[in-house]
Every structure is written in C-alpha cells, then in structure tokens.
C-alpha cells in the first residue's frame, strides 16, 4: 500500500512541475498530462527492473554503462566530421540511444554469467535466499501433511505459493463434486493454518506465465526463476521436474523413507480387516498405513492375530508386508521383536 500511495504522489508531483513550468513550451494542462505519461513510463520501467535478480540488475547498469562510455568517444569523431549542425545532433543522439540500448539488453541478457565468488559479498545476501525457496504445488497443499512437516521444522525457508495455485485450489473448493469441495477447502484450511504459524514463512506471489496453460509446467518455470525446489506428492510431476533439472521434495517419498523397518523373521500383532485376492488370505495394516498380507487368515478377519514376518515388498505405491499366523504353541515361547497394533 505505502508504494502505491509513493506512485501516486510521484505522477502528481511530476504533473505538478510540468504543468507550471511549461516544458518545451506545451501549455499547462498539456505539460500535465505529458509529466503524467513520463511518470507512467517511469514507473513500468521499475517494474521490471525489479524483477530481474540482482545477477541481471549490474550487468544491466554496466552494459549501459559501457554503452554510453562508447557513444561518448564515437561523438568526439564525429564533431570533426563535415556535416551540418543539425545533422552532427541527430546522429549523436542516435548514437547515444543506439550504444545505451545495446548495451543494457546484453549486460542484462550476460548478467547471469557473472561469478559470484569474485562479487563476494554482494550475492551473499541473495543466493542462500533463493535456495531456501519451496514452491508449494496443489497436491501437497491438499494433503495437509506439508503443515506438519513445516511445524516441525523439518522444512526450512520461505514457502510460495503462486496465486495460480491458489486459483486452481479455489476451483476445487467450489466443485459441484461433494469429495472434491472438501479435499479443496481442506487445502485452503491447511494454508490459512500455516499462515498463523510465526514459524513458517508462506509467501503468495503472483508471479505467472501467460503463455503456460499447464499449472504443473508453470510451477517448474516459477522454481527455475528462483531457483526454488518444487513440493509435492504428484509422481509424474516428480518426474517431469526432473527432466526439466528442478530439484523436487516428494512428501510420499519422506513417509516411506521414515517408515519403520521391518525384516522378515519379525513378529508383530495385526488387526485383519479384509480378506486378500488370493486364496484363504486376510489383509491388515499398520498404523502408518503399511499393507499386512497375512496366508490363511480369511477367517481371522476383525480379529488380532500374531504373525511372523516372510517377506516385505518395495512398489512404487509404498511398501507391502508378508507374513504367516504363529503357531498356537509358538507365539508364548518366541520374544516379540515388533508388536505393531492398528
């Protein structure tokens, strides 16, 4: 708000001075809306100027720098040159605004060449800001679980989340689809609560990419422009991030990395909730979700059983234990290495 209201006060202020100084000779209501114009461009023009990270911003200033040293020198040449007065001004003023120009759009195009190292401290306050940026996609936002994670400060930084996202989340919100309305206002409880948390920095930003009719492709474009790592639970999002080089941070991934770690030979206590697709078998699960496919158990459903682990399974859906019931004599004589109850 303060920088709207300093804006406004700049294309008065420069409206003012225009209208009772009588610049080029315009009258007054004309020189107004002339300064008014020239304070309109002024203003777009830093608007993109802060866009563009600082790598960018010095070799902008120093290509327009060079550019205006070389248009300086080829002037003195030609104030020796035969030609008329009026002609000499054009064409310096042509050079002028020909080496400026150049010279900003390539320091601007090069600035990303620049080497840190030898800057020093100037991109010290930068870069580890831009590291430290999570770019929050709609899935992980819905699943909820990235508010515990950030609560308990597994997760560092800044978190952005584009208004892009938050459009496409609104939408869910407001789904005809009874499950879908409530996975979406879930999502937007789960941001409002993060937001309340002085502990986490979640930042909106409206950065986007017109040109992008995608959500997921414009999420890798944002993280490429800060240099952000993506979150989220979306497997082909993870995949295609990583063909476009954008460092991910699957949550599915972390919850099967702190998944206990179960050997076969283990015991463990499980509730049987459902019969198997095999044959005679009955399925229970963990507490942190882990299927328990349990032989000869079909009729042991809604009831705990002791089993001994077989064998445990690696998908690309998450982890799969098997296991068979103890025997009635062995389950008092063996020590229980894991008793895990539902």
Known sequence: MDIILIRVLFVLLLSAVC????????AGPVAAIAGAAAAGLVIVFELRVRALTLRRLIGAVAGSVLGIFGAAL????????????????VVQIFVLLLMTYVGLLVGANKGDMLNPTALGII???ERPSRRSVKVLDTSVIIDGRIADIAEA??????????????RELQVVADSTDGSKRQRGRRGLDMLQ????????????????????????????????????????????????????????LNINDLANALKPVVL??????????????????????????????????????????????????????????????????????????????H
């Open 19 to 26: 209208f009772f100084l009588h610049p080029f000779g315009l």
């Open 74 to 89: 080829f002037c003195l040449v030609l104030r020796s040159a035969p030609l008329e007065t009026s002609t000499s001004a």
């Open 123 to 125: 991109f010290s306050g």
């Open 153 to 166: 400060g597994f997760i560092d930084g800044t978190m952005v989340v584009p208004e892009f996202v938050l």
């Open 193 to 248: 609560r993060m937001q309340s948390n002085d502990k986490i920095q979640v930042q909106i930003v409206p950065d986007d990419f017109p040109s992008i009719r995608e959500v997921d492709l414009k999420l890798l474009e944002l993280a490429k422009k800060w240099e952000a790592k993506v979150v989220t639970n979306d497997f082909n999002l993870n995949k295609v991030a990583h063909l476009h080089h954008v460092e991910v």
């Open 264 to 341: 076969p030979g283990e015991r463990m206590t499980v509730l049987i909730l459902k019969e198997g697709k095999e044959f005679n078998q009955g399925v229970g699960y963990l507490d942190d979700g882990t299927m328990v496919v349990v032989d000869h158990a079909r009729k042991m459903i809604g009831r705990s059983v002791d089993i001994s682990v077989t064998s445990v399974l690696q998908t690309a859906s998450g982890k799969m234990i098997f296991g068979k019931m103890d025997e009635p004599g062995r389950a008092a004589d063996l020590p229980r290495t894991a008793e895990i109850t």
